[in-house]
């Protein structure tokens, strides 16, 4: 009798145990992963494809005054591709707009946008671009670059549309005002052959004391620092957030805003 119990005891305690484990299993696929089923972005949650470390410069899109004319050196033009002069600069400010990718100039109260279209003899070539509806500038494909949250990068390394997680940036108020949640977008090409991230600023340069990302060291190749990739549903979550490949209508606003802020200084 007592062999008997015992051996129905056992069998009780399998048949229980196979049941706790159905029940975790059943449970789990009932929840989800949070990643794949698209409900969550928060990057405890996150299993990222890769990560690394990389190196971090910072780039921004400069706004000159024909009245106010550059010091430290002579009259240049920005010229378009037919060798057209677009309007008048200085030397200095030629080659900004070159290493930039873009600049804008004030004449008056009127801003005009220029984008790089070509080197020609080793010389950089300008073309007038459209305000909107990439009030920043503009990268490969029309894609428009997003201040503080999109990045230049060797597109064969980091193609276009990748997102990267950089928790130092979570939390961060920005010179905009937004809280930075950590996501950067792949929006514009960069230097090949380097697995580098150049940071863009919008109208924020450099020298500006209220850059969140000079604060943080992101202007500072030396500075190396560690990043995730963020792929499928939660990839596209904040891709969808960033309106990618054009801009939030909030961000549209605010750029119109801090145009006409600059025309009128």
């Known amino acids: 009798m007592m062999l008997m119990t015992i051996s129905r005891l056992l069998d009780f305690s399998k048949t229980l145990s196979g049941f706790l484990i159905l029940s975790l299993l059943v449970s ?47 009259p240049d033009f920005l010229k378009d591709i037919n060798g057209v002069v677009l309007v008048k600069i200085t030397k200095e400010q030629v080659a900004a707009c070159g290493l930039q990718g873009s600049c804008s100039v004030v004449s008056g109260n009127k801003m005009r946008h220029y984008g790089v279209h070509k080197k020609v003899s080793g010389v950089w070539r300008f073309q007038e671009r459209k305000e909107l509806p990439c009030v920043y500038g503009l990268g490969p494909k029309n894609t428009c670059v997003d201040p503080f949250f999109s990045v230049a990068a060797d597109l064969n390394i980091h193609p276009l549309g990748e997102v990267i ?16 949640d950590g996501f950067l977008i792949v929006r514009d090409s960069g ?37 995730e990739k963020i792929t499928g549903d939660a990839a596209q979550q904040v891709r969808s957030r960033r309106n990618f490949p054009m801009l939030t209508d909030a961000v549209v606003k605010r750029g119109l805003a801090e145009i006409l802020a600059l025309s009128n200084q």
């Open 165 to 180: 997680f950089i928790k130092e940036l979570e939390g961060k108020v920005l010179p905009t005002g937004e809280v930075h």
């Open 28 to 74: 789990g696929c009932q929840n989800g992963d949070p990643i794949r089923d698209g409900k969550s972005t928060s990057i405890k949650d996150i299993q990222a494809l890769s990560n690394g470390n990389a190196t971090p410069t910072i780039y921004y899109h400069p706004v000159y005054y024909t009245s106010k004319p550059g010091r430290n050196s002579g």
């Open 191 to 227: 230097p090949k052959g380097v697995d580098r991230f150049d940071f863009f600023t919008g109208f924020y340069n450099p020298n500006d004391p209220s850059n969140t990302f000079v604060q943080l060291g992101l202007d500072d190749p030396k500075n190396k620092f560690h990043y």
